[in-house]
């Protein structure tokens, strides 16, 4: 239950932020609209791009930092 609660603050904080996005370079942008967007996981979302899951996490990261998320 509590994943789920926090699943869902996630996802109300990324459709609240998503309008401010396009300050991101492509490949943050891709890697958190994948991840929070369309829900999937890091593992997941590492495949679908074909990268390791340290460049994706890296990617995540970066991207929550440029946008003043805690990453």
């Known amino acids: 239950m509590d994943d789920d609660v926090a699943r869902d603050e996630r ?30 996981t890091l593992l997941e979302a590492a495949a679908r791009l074909n990268v390791s899951l340290t460049e994706f996490a890296r990617r995540v990261a970066a991207g929550l930092r440029a946008l003043g998320q805690p990453a």
């Open 11 to 40: 996802l109300a904080w990324a459709r609240e932020t998503f309008a401010h996005l396009d300050v991101l370079p492509h490949e943050q942008l891709q890697a958190l609209r994948l991840v929070y967007r369309d829900g999937l």
